[in-house]
């Protein structure tokens, strides 16, 4: 099959739901991809952070491949190895105290909002289930989580939205105060706002909402789908805000492209779902949680340490290269933003440098750069070469 004939297969055969590049990906090995006909791409895109470990990891293949030879399915009515050994996994190098498995991330942000509405009901009866949300925040795309996100543009064609959410202005507590009252029972927020712009919340203000949830006993809930797996730096981001979240989701990168998300929870809520309030079919499939167990071994303390250097050293040859048609970057690790100046499009940004070898990102405005946590120094000079290439001549 080449390009064209894939094409056709897809308009023929699939709704079109996406806007895909005109590029076809088929194989690859860490951060360096093939098309069907041979052209060579550097990955700052990790399949919208899913390739925590990079396309191919060997200890990843390896665990995947050994589990599906032993046991693929066999759902939670029963004990499996691989999704407890996960779980304390998590539990040891977060401090948090249980985890529920699901799918994604949006089905992981969904569980989050009815474990602070169960936690409310148990301690408060009916009447308070509203969860505060920022501006500019995304967190999925059921109806509920399209509703939590605090974004107006998400609000459409899908009437009626689920109730029970408000929006307060990030890094304002006033304004978090402000949309409080007798009905809420939780914040739901991003430490990092990834589809927003790849806009980090300022430390100040995360600490003093969580202590603000504290006092009226609302739960702070963190949704690391994007921030968490090493992709700041540390496993998940709330370890670099000084606060511990009272539960947090997690999907993306945690299984390391296989389908994977999940929420864990602190110990004020460990008891809070019992059995029959909430199940996944899928969740914690065995071999998902092999490929999530190879990743978390991956991600020891020396990578997450690399993370950290990789940004900085993405971000300041980006800075730089002294670009027209770039700004400012930001970011935490290697969940970087890219400012795009006045009078350029970050759409048409992103389709020459997709075309050109380089797959990346948009976010609000700008450009985003999301590279497999364990690229190469080589592999991300391949790519930074690329986009200065590219983009030098507009």
Known sequence: MDHAELVALDHRYTLQTYGRYDVDIDRGQNATLYSLAGKKYIDFASGIGVLSVGTANPKWLAAITEQAGKLGHISNLYYTQPYAKLAQQLCQRTGMAGAFFGNSGAEANEGLIKLARKYSY???????????????SFHGRTSATLKATGQEAFHNYFFPFPEGFRYAQANDLASVQAQAGHDVCA????????????????RDFVQALAELCAQRDWLLLVDEVQTGVGRTGTLFAFQQYGVTPDALSFAKGIAGGLPMGGFLVGEKCRDTLGAGTHGSTFGGNPVCAAGALAVLDILDDSLLREVGEKGAYLRRRVEEMALPCLGKTRGLGLMIGVEVTDGYSNKDLSARLNEAGLLSLTAGPGLRFLPPLTITREELDQGLTVLEETLRGL
Do not use: K, S
Request: a negative charge.
């Open 122 to 136: 148990d301690h408060y009866g009916q009447g308070r289930g509203t969860v505060l949300t920022l501006i500019n």
């Open 187 to 202: 914040v739901l927020l991003e430490l990092v706002q990834g589809e927003g712009g790849v806009l980090p919340l300022e």
